[in-house]
Structure formats: C-alpha cells, structure tokens
C-alpha cells in the first residue's frame, strides 16, 4: 500500500502576521463589506484574552485607523474603518429592511 507523503516541508513558509495587524484587516475588510465588526468577536474570532483584545483596538482606534460606535439596543461597541459608521449604518438599515419586505411577504402567504 502506498503512503501519503505531507508536502508541507515544499511549501513556502510565510513570515507570521502579528496578530494586531491580523485584526486590523479583518476589521477593515469587514467595513469594506459594508458590515460592523462587534468587539466581543475579536477575542473569540483571534483566541485571544478580553484584556488583549481591549488593548490592540485601543491602539488601531488612537492610530486612527478604526472608528467606534456603540449598539442602540445592547450597548455593545462596533468597529469600522475611520470615517466609514454612517455609510456602514445605512447599509445596515437597508439590510433590515429587505429583510423584514421578505419577512412579511412570506407570512402573508
């Protein structure tokens, strides 16, 4: 029977992302997308402790490079990049919309 060699040894190893700039694009990636990044994701999303999650956005948000808001209903804080929360709120707003026309429609029948 033959055996399975692991390639890994030929690939390419890539030098690791430091974990801050790893959460800077995902915020930013996300605020591309049109969405908020909730700041309870970060610690779950990374694996990382509340405390280092606290203190990495504390820097990218004295940088300037993300901006905060907080949640009206929950409180929780929401990411984005600078000078993008209310463009990110209206789509957000559109979204719910959609969403509730589909909602109706479908109890309507």
Not at 48 to 68: C, Q, R, V
């Amino acid at each position: 029977m033959l055996e399975k060699k692991s390639f890994n040894k030929f690939r390419k190893k890539e030098p690791s992302i430091p974990i801050e700039k790893k959460i800077e694009m995902f915020v930013l990636r996300n605020s591309q997308n049109g969405f908020f990044t909730k700041m309870s994701t970060i610690s779950y999303k990374f694996e990382i402790s509340e405390n280092k999650s606290w203190e990495i956005i504390g820097e990218l948000l004295g940088e300037g490079t993300l901006e905060a808001t907080h949640d009206q209903i929950t409180g929780e804080m929401k990411l984005c990049e600078d000078g993008k929360i209310y463009q990110i709120m209206g789509q957000e707003i559109k979204r719910k919309r959609e969403k509730s026309k589909t909602y109706r429609k479908k109890a309507n029948s």
